[in-house]
């Protein structure tokens, strides 16, 4: 296969919240490149700085958060862009945001506007980046809506959000992210506020729209199947770190880290030959406030060696392949 | 929309009903009625007090009947139309009212567009840039104006304005056009004296509706939609006018109907102190003397203003938030 050109390029990112209890790290020092077309899973457990990488992206990351390090470089027309150098509320920006790279999140009750219908608010989005008018506008957002499978969607584009179920919701919500055509998608949990067999339909359409469209994707999740279906890549986070990251079948095949190899092993599994036994991680995510010395999963990690993971940060080890990890366990060849 | 509009204007009339009967028990309340006052009147006076002639005045005005039959007598007449007559003014109670109630309502009706219009500029401001100067200045502001109470405002803005340009800023015209007829001049002229009943009556009002705007606003920026709305590229003003900012505004759309009668009662006192021909000053005076034609019917009155109020904020609530038109 060959590579296609580079889309964005993290290098070394790292956003923090200030409060009054403190500096919360929730994204220390992440990099991770995405090709064009190219679908990257980012796991982890809740907390360990997914959604603030992918809000950091778009710059839309919560007040009393901010980026203090590094550099994430959009690649277009041969020419890039550090969208950490942007002004958040400027024109570049925003150009970018729903146009460029765009986001499905997590929680499409939320995650719409309860006072107007999803026509209006996706017919928005399509006016903000494309020169047409209100009626071109809403042709293409019934387009839209037609092609993630909504049901009569001449009807469903009047209808308010709070009329439709939970999985027609989140299909209007990825509907109203693609209408632009963005190079990007960030889908953030996208399907953890749907039923399971909701959640199979969403994850089969996003794979369709991705071939077919050729964009890119940065799916975050804590659910690993919903990595294993959809991504070339995947990356491990953990406290804010990018522990390991590896192409898909790498990682589910040969994992390096102890975390992902305890992630692994926690997911339970069902069929035939398998007994339930589940093999959980010891202990839990300590406070983000009080982040651990060294190695940030040195209290949990059954390979801990005294002295170097409490003491030494590991550095980034890159391994064959594209796999790369951070842990003291491994050294550079 | 039609169907929900028509549904709450059917929904008044026993509403109205209940209301009515609250009004006259509660005027109904106090021992006695106007005979006896009008006899302590006339006592206090050292005048000769006929028995005879008090009994038959009675019997006139019906005040020897039971209690349920001059309700439904003074039902019976409100339904047609005819307010009674005030026993202290001997006059029509409708003259009385018709007489000032355009002046409690423009007074009302300009404190309240004179409230929203300070502040909900002033609470988008004060939420937006949470624990700025601007927004410290603002509540420190807002608190002196809950706290201040309105006569107080009222006599201090007397005195500064008659210290300032030497006129005494009284009534609602100036001399020359009081007993003129309706004129455009008429018209600026009461505009001119209209604002500062206005702003007395309005001061506490405005001062809680941007604490109100406030935490609402402050409230609907946390919510996931507001950073959806971010992520499609809107510009940050256009987002906020058009997504938390009609949420926010629900709280405060639904305190319209209430703002109706308390603006009567704010601007008692500061009709007393700025001498307004306003009905709040005619309703304390008819509830002393037990006129109970004249109270009861501004007590009907002012209930039947604020259930219009509570129908204007009804319909203002289901235009902003589409989820109420399907309700009630």
Not at chain 2, 189 to 205: E, I, M, Q, R
Request: aromatic share 8%; glycine share 8%.
């Amino acid at each position: 296969m060959t590579q296609s050109p580079l889309l964005l390029s993290v290098d070394n990112l790292a956003t923090h919240f200030f409060s009054q209890e403190g500096i919360l790290e929730a994204v220390d020092g992440v990099s991770f490149d995405i090709h064009a077309g190219e679908a990257l899973g980012i796991a982890g457990e809740s907390g360990c700085g997914k959604s603030v990488t992918a809000q950091s992206i778009l710059r839309i990351v919560p007040k009393n958060g901010k980026i203090v390090m590094g550099e994430i470089s959009l690649f277009q027309n041969g020419e890039s862009v550090d969208l950490v150098q942007l002004d958040d509320r400027g024109q570049e920006i925003r150009q970018i945001r729903g146009g460029e790279i765009a986001m499905v999140f997590q929680e499409p009750m939320a995650a719409f506007s309860m006072v107007y219908t999803i026509g209006n608010q996706i017919t928005e989005v399509i006016r903000l980046h494309q020169d047409c008018s209100q009626n071109e506008a809403r042709d293409r957002a019934i387009e839209m809506l037609r092609r993630v499978g909504m049901p009569k969607p001449e009807q469903t584009i009047d209808a308010y959000p709070f009329a439709l179920s939970g999985g027609m919701r989140q299909r209007a919500m990825i509907a109203m992210a693609l209408s632009c055509h963005p190079a990007l998608l960030i889908a953030d949990e996208p399907t953890t506020a749907v039923d399971v067999t909701i959640q199979a339909q969403v994850l089969e359409l996003m794979k369709d729209l991705q071939r077919d469209m050729g964009m890119a994707l940065i799916v975050i999740t804590h659910d690993l199947a919903v990595i294993s279906e959809l991504c070339d890549r995947v990356m491990i986070m953990y406290l804010g770190k990018d522990v390991e990251s590896a192409p898909a079948d790498v990682i589910f095949r040969d994992p390096k880290h102890p975390y992902t190899i305890g992630l692994l092993r926690s997911v339970p599994e069902l069929g035939e030959g398998h007994s339930q036994e589940l093999d959980p991680i010891s202990g839990s995510v300590p406070s983000p406030y009080r982040r651990p010395s060294g190695c940030p999963f040195h209290p949990r990690c059954p390979e801990f060696i005294p002295d170097v993971c409490d003491v030494h940060l590991p550095p980034q080890i890159e391994l064959a392949g594209g796999h790369r990890v951070r842990c003291h366990l491994y050294v550079q060849d | 929309m039609w169907s929900f509009i028509l549904r709450r204007i059917l929904l008044m009339v026993p509403t109205l009903f209940v209301v009515s009967v609250i009004s006259f028990v509660i005027i109904e309340a106090p021992p006695g009625d106007f005979m006896d006052s009008y006899v302590n009147a006339l006592l206090q006076e050292q005048e000769a007090v006929d028995p005879a002639e008090i009994e038959s005045l009675r019997k006139r005005y019906g005040l020897d009947a039971p209690t349920y039959v001059r309700y439904f007598r003074w039902l019976g007449n409100i339904m047609q139309g005819n307010l009674g007559r005030s026993l202290e003014w001997n006059q029509p109670v409708s003259k009385l009212v018709a007489d000032r109630l355009p002046w409690s309502l423009a007074i009302s009706v300009a404190s309240f567009f004179l409230a929203y219009a300070i502040a909900i500029p002033i609470g988008l401001y004060s939420a937006t840039r949470q624990y700025s100067l601007g927004d410290y200045f603002f509540t420190l502001i807002g608190f002196i104006g809950l706290a201040t109470p309105n006569f107080l405002l009222a006599l201090l803005i007397l005195w500064y304005y008659f210290v300032a340009t030497g006129n005494v800023a009284v009534g609602l015209f100036s001399d020359e056009y009081l007993i003129a007829p309706w004129s455009f001049a008429k018209f600026i002229d009461l505009l001119k004296h209209l604002w500062l009943p206005a702003l007395v009556v309005g001061t506490a009002g405005t001062a809680g509706l941007i604490r109100v705007m406030r935490a609402n606003l402050l409230d609907e920026l946390e919510r996931p939609y507001v950073m959806v709305a971010r992520s499609k590229g809107l510009s940050e003003g256009k987002l906020l006018v058009k997504y938390p900012f009609r949420i926010a505004m629900n709280p405060v759309a639904s305190t319209i109907g209430w703002t109706l009668p308390t603006l009567v009662n704010g601007e008692l006192l500061a009709s007393l102190v700025l001498g307004l021909p306003t009905i709040a000053p005619l309703f304390v005076g008819a509830l002393l003397s037990q006129d109970m034609f004249l109270a009861g019917s501004v007590v009907m009155i002012l209930s039947t203003l604020t259930l219009v109020g509570t129908l204007l904020s009804d319909i203002v609530l289901a235009w902003l938030d589409p989820r109420i038109r399907g309700a009630i």
